[in-house]
């Protein structure tokens, strides 16, 4: 989807491919596409499939890598994304890598 794109405009081709995806292996995939941009839409992006129960590992995942290359420019939205994890999160690895960068953060 292009790492010469601005974020903002692969971040809109990402919401594209998730919705014409087929199938939540399809859908994981774009997902794990996402979580190497570098931006604020793309951890909303990310955040929204949180709650989705066939999405929600792989979009844990996007959250916390692109909390990686946002948190020292926008450690609000950092903060909010990551504590949804920590507290919904069935996964421990998970929990603990969010809470790394929480601490990194404060």
Do not use: F
Not at 10 to 36: C, D, P, R, W
Not at 43 to 60: G, H, R, T, V
Not at 76 to 101: F, M, R
């Amino acid at each position: 989807i292009g790492k010469d794109r601005p974020a903002e405009e692969s971040v809109q081709n990402y919401k594209t491919a998730i919705t014409l995806a087929t199938n939540s292996n399809e859908q994981k995939m774009v997902l794990s596409g996402l979580a190497k941009i570098q931006s604020v839409s793309a951890i909303d992006m990310a955040s929204s499939y949180l709650n989705n129960l066939p999405l929600q590992q792989e979009a844990e995942q996007a959250v916390i890598q692109i909390s990686r290359l946002i948190r020292e420019d926008h450690p609000d939205k950092v903060k909010t994304c990551l504590t949804k994890i920590v507290e919904s999160s069935k996964n421990k690895d998970t929990i603990n890598q969010a809470k790394n960068i929480l601490n990194q953060i404060q």
